[in-house]
């Protein structure tokens, strides 16, 4: 017969016919797949053409086919011995692995053209034959009826499909035949702006790449910033400045500057420093891109390259700009306390190691001085090197008048440092001024308030404290500091100003036992003393 006729189609290894095609009869599908044999190649064909519909249509067999419908299985079969077991003796091991693709198989067969094959070989010899257990797929892994076995599909070759399973799987291909078509021909096709912006903010695949006029793509930009969407400005952004020259995009962008704005936010969240200074100098946001390239020049660990990219970022930006005048002196102070601290860490890390020097033995040094603030780099040196002559780097007053320090800054931060040392001579030293006629006092720029409350965090003596307080000027303070610091002979001394005679009463009966409650009952004998 003719093959028109869908009768004598011969055997699908010589001669092979897909039951989808336009001159395929109905009739002539039934009998391809009631008749014909299948070997690996056209098993493997056939699948696929079944697996071609939604995840909503199931392909269904029937589970117990005929004798005369069973395709014989021989020429699929890899034997393992010489005798070859019949269909009859195969059966499903449960213990084979199950693959992970449709229609794979364990073992690739040699010279085979197609990327998967079917091999089924026995299990033992003599014995029975496994069919590896294969997912026919149509849609989800998990469905209940979206998979079917070898046995239960190969079992169920010989049914008879009726024309209502061959039309709605013909449908189902015409189906995806067109939304294949729609979707390579959506790709070359530019689609309405508004359309665009949707899917970039609902997150959804898009294209930009067929924007290729200026006037497009400027209008993508402009709309985007109408909506005040971010993803959709930075995309608009980035787009237009892969695609066109930079003058034109720094031109554009200068026009519109919530999008530069947003281009400034993706540039500092990629940290492409290099382009954010540029495009800051660029839109004359000079003041912004000088502080970019201080903090870059700052985050670098090595002290070398911190003073050279310091010193870079001084002449760039901050000489250049007149605006930033001010700032610069503050970088060149910067620069000026970094090259200080280098030669005096180096001198101090040599000393220490060697342990011969009594203060780093008495204080042992536990941070390193490079990188600290210049309060902290005065307090180091007022501890380890206070009585340096002024020409040297670690001079506490060469870092006073370097960098221009306070008064009342230097006394508490010296102060507090000879305190640690136990060095009150030198605190007197520090406190003591010329009065008229060259005469010396005692003067604190901080109060002598505070120095007592320095003295006693560093726990000076109590005649250390009773000197000081006795410049208190406020009595209710030097009291108050009296008792705090637990200065006895203070606090007596305080009451007597304040003409307190009940104060000085119950002074002595609370600390009755002590040197100072003696000396309290001695003053309230005194009759030269005219009490409230």
Same mark, same amino acid.
């Given at each position: 017969?003719?093959?028109?006729?869908?009768?004598?189609?011969?055997?699908?290894?010589?001669?092979?016919?897909?039951?989808?095609?336009?001159?395929?009869?109905?009739e002539a599908a039934k009998k391809i797949i009631t008749s014909a044999r299948f070997d690996d190649d056209d098993l493997d064909d056939d699948m696929e053409i079944l697996d071609l519909g939604s995840s909503t249509t199931?392909?269904?067999?029937?589970?117990?086919?005929?004798?005369?419908?069973?395709?014989?299985?021989?020429?699929?079969?890899?034997?393992?011995?010489?005798?070859?077991?019949?269909?009859?003796?195969?059966?499903?091991?449960?213990?084979?692995?199950?693959?992970?693709?449709?229609?794979?198989?364990?073992?690739?067969?040699?010279?085979?053209?197609?990327?998967?094959?079917?091999?089924?070989?026995?299990?033992?010899?003599?014995?029975?034959?496994?069919?590896?257990?294969?997912?026919?797929?149509?849609?989800?892994?998990?469905?209940?009826?979206?998979?079917?076995?070898?046995?239960?599909?190969?079992?169920?070759?010989?049914?008879?499909?009726?024309?209502?399973?061959?039309?709605?799987?013909?449908?189902?291909? &015409?189906?995806?035949?067109?939304?294949?078509?729609?979707?390579?021909?959506?790709?070359?096709?530019?689609?309405?702006?508004?359309?665009?912006?949707?899917? &970039?903010?609902?997150?959804?695949?898009?294209?930009?790449?067929?924007y290729r006029a200026l006037e497009d793509k400027l209008s993508l930009l402009d709309k985007a910033v109408t909506l005040m969407d971010g993803n959709a400005i930075t995309a608009a952004v980035l787009h237009l400045k892969?695609?066109?020259?930079?003058?034109?995009?720094?031109?554009?962008?200068?026009?519109?500057?919530?999008?530069?704005?947003?281009?400034?936010?993706?540039?500092?969240?990629?940290?492409?420093?290099?382009?954010?200074?540029?495009?800051?100098?660029?839109?004359?946001?000079?003041?912004?891109?000088?502080?970019?390239?201080?903090?870059?020049?700052?985050?670098?660990?090595?002290?070398?390259?911190?003073?050279?990219?310091?010193?870079?970022?001084?002449?760039?930006?901050?000489?250049?700009?007149?605006?930033?005048?001010?700032?610069?002196?503050?970088?060149?102070?910067?620069?000026?306390?970094?090259?200080?601290?280098?030669?005096?860490?180096?001198?101090?890390?040599?000393?220490?190691?060697?342990?011969?020097?009594?203060?780093?033995?008495?204080?042992?040094?536990?941070?390193?001085?490079?990188?600290?603030?210049?309060?902290?780099?005065?307090?180091?040196?007022?501890?380890?090197?206070?009585?340096?002559?002024?020409?040297?780097?670690?001079?506490?007053?060469?870092?006073?008048?370097?960098?221009?320090?306070?008064?009342?800054?230097?006394?508490?931060?010296?102060?507090?440092?000879?305190?640690?040392?136990?060095?009150?001579?030198?605190?007197?030293?520090?406190?003591?001024?010329?009065?008229?006629?060259?005469?010396?006092?005692?003067?604190?720029?901080?109060?002598?308030?505070?120095?007592?409350?320095?003295?006693?965090?560093?726990?000076?003596?109590?005649?250390?404290?009773?000197?000081?307080?006795?410049?208190?000027?406020d009595l209710d303070t030097r009291l108050t500091l009296a008792k705090k610091t637990d200065c006895k002979k203070a606090m007596i001394e305080t009451l007597v100003k304040q003409k307190d005679r009940a104060g000085v009463?119950?002074?002595?009966?609370?600390?009755?036992?002590?040197?100072?409650?003696?000396?309290?009952?001695?003053?309230?004998?005194?009759?030269?003393?005219?009490?409230?």
């Amino acid at each position: 017969m003719d093959a028109d006729d869908g009768e004598g189609f011969g055997d699908f290894r010589t001669r092979k016919k897909n039951i989808f095609d336009d001159d395929v009869s109905v009739e002539a599908a039934k009998k391809i797949i009631t008749s014909a044999r299948f070997d690996d190649d056209d098993l493997d064909d056939d699948m696929e053409i079944l697996d071609l519909g939604s995840s909503t249509t199931s392909v269904k067999f029937s589970a117990a086919p005929s004798s005369k419908t069973m395709p014989d299985l021989s020429s699929l079969a890899t034997p393992a011995s010489s005798s070859v077991p019949s269909p009859a003796n195969l059966r499903i091991n449960p213990s084979a692995a199950e693959p992970r693709h449709s229609f794979g198989s364990f073992q690739k067969a040699a010279g085979h053209v197609r990327s998967q094959s079917l091999t089924i070989a026995p299990l033992k010899s003599g014995g029975d034959m496994q069919f590896p257990k294969v997912n026919m797929l149509r849609g989800s892994n998990t469905g209940s009826n979206s998979s079917l076995t070898i046995e239960e599909a190969v079992g169920t070759m010989g049914r008879k499909f009726g024309s209502m399973d061959v039309d709605q799987m013909q449908q189902e291909i &015409i189906q995806l035949r067109k939304q294949l078509l729609a979707a390579r021909k959506e790709r070359w096709t530019k689609m309405p702006v508004d359309l665009t912006l949707r899917r &970039i903010m609902k997150g959804e695949p898009y294209s930009l790449e067929n924007y290729r006029a200026l006037e497009d793509k400027l209008s993508l930009l402009d709309k985007a910033v109408t909506l005040m969407d971010g993803n959709a400005i930075t995309a608009a952004v980035l787009h237009l400045k892969k695609t066109v020259k930079r003058a034109t995009f720094q031109q554009e962008l200068m026009l519109r500057p919530v999008a530069a704005n947003h281009y400034l936010a993706y540039l500092r969240g990629h940290f492409e420093h290099a382009e954010l200074i540029d495009t800051l100098s660029m839109l004359g946001r000079s003041e912004e891109a000088a502080i970019v390239k201080y903090r870059l020049a700052c985050s670098t660990g090595d002290i070398n390259t911190k003073v050279s990219s310091l010193k870079a970022c001084l002449r760039a930006h901050f000489e250049a700009e007149p605006s930033l005048a001010g700032d610069a002196s503050l970088i060149r102070e910067h620069i000026d306390l970094l090259e200080r601290q280098r030669p005096i860490e180096d001198s101090d890390a040599r000393l220490e190691a060697e342990g011969r020097t009594k203060v780093f033995l008495d204080f042992p040094r536990r941070f390193a001085l490079v990188n600290m603030p210049v309060t902290t780099t005065l307090f180091y040196c007022c501890l380890y090197h206070y009585h340096l002559q002024e020409n040297s780097f670690a001079s506490p007053v060469s870092i006073k008048k370097r960098h221009e320090l306070p008064e009342r800054q230097f006394v508490w931060t010296a102060v507090s440092a000879r305190a640690k040392a136990k060095g009150w001579t030198d605190i007197e030293q520090l406190l003591t001024a010329k009065g008229w006629f060259g005469g010396k006092k005692l003067k604190a720029a901080i109060g002598f308030g505070k120095v007592v409350d320095i003295l006693h965090r560093f726990q000076a003596p109590h005649d250390i404290l009773a000197k000081y307080l006795e410049l208190v000027e406020d009595l209710d303070t030097r009291l108050t500091l009296a008792k705090k610091t637990d200065c006895k002979k203070a606090m007596i001394e305080t009451l007597v100003k304040q003409k307190d005679r009940a104060g000085v009463e119950e002074f002595a009966r609370k600390y009755s036992a002590t040197i100072e409650a003696e000396y309290a009952r001695r003053v309230l004998r005194d009759e030269a003393i005219r009490w409230k």
